[in-house]
């Protein structure tokens, strides 16, 4: 079942908008969740850091998406370069690994892997509850910033991801895991397409 989308204002970072009714960047927010639930697959790589607190691990990560399926590739460092990773939807459903094992063990709970966290971020954006969302300004531009969480949890407490977007195409930018306030997965964003949706300002 979806959970309901909830935005509330955060103040000053919200842009003006103007009459009743949502604000610009709601409607922005919900016009993101519908591009990723329509998106018959979504592509990207991306720059992965992993905290676990005594150390600290970092990956590249080419990926692609279809709802039904992750496919991730690891490109860096060397020696994982090439490792394949697949995520199925089904409940239950493990990570395969194509070649070598990658032991760095979960970050929380629930599994969370530096691989597993690109189908997470994704699904968050799908159907993850909306706390919050404003426009937040960036150097000379803007970018969309959304908060996703557990609605029954204090702020702060329990898994929150923080989005960054482009408010132009609504490809992600960046994306941040949290468990108790602590951040534990970052993820930076490039050559993203969501359905032949690709920002040609990003390189990959």
Avoid at 8 to 29: H, K, S, T, W, Y
Avoid at 60 to 70: A, H, L, Q, Y
Avoid at 119 to 134: N, Q
Avoid at 150 to 163: H, R, S, V
Wanted: net charge negative; charged share 25%; with cysteine.
């Amino acid at each position: 079942m979806r959970r309901l989308v909830l935005c509330v204002l955060m103040i000053p970072l919200l842009a003006a908008c103007g009459g009743g009714g949502r604000n610009q960047a709601e409607e922005l927010a919900l016009t993101a969740r519908t591009e990723y639930l329509a998106a018959p697959e979504i592509t990207g790589s991306a720059a992965v850091t992993a905290d676990y607190g005594v150390r600290v691990y970092r990956y590249g990560i080419d990926f692609t998406s279809t709802g039904e399926e992750t496919v991730l590739t690891l490109t860096s460092p060397d020696t994982v370069a090439g490792l394949t990773a697949r995520l199925g939807t089904e409940e239950g459903s493990l990570l395969e690994y194509d070649g070598a094992v990658l032991e760095t063990g979960p970050l929380d709970g629930d599994g969370l892997t530096p691989v597993s966290a690109i189908p997470a971020i994704l699904d968050d954006l799908r159907e993850g509850y909306l706390d919050t969302c404003a426009l937040e300004a960036q150097g000379e531009n803007q970018v969309l910033r959304l908060t996703v969480r557990d609605p029954e949890a204090e702020p702060g407490k329990g898994p929150e991801t923080a989005l960054w977007l482009d408010p132009t195409t609504r490809n992600l930018l960046r994306a941040e895991l949290s468990r108790d306030g602590f951040c534990v997965i970052q993820c930076e964003f490039s050559a993203f397409s969501k359905g032949g949706t690709a920002d040609p300002t990003q390189e990959k």
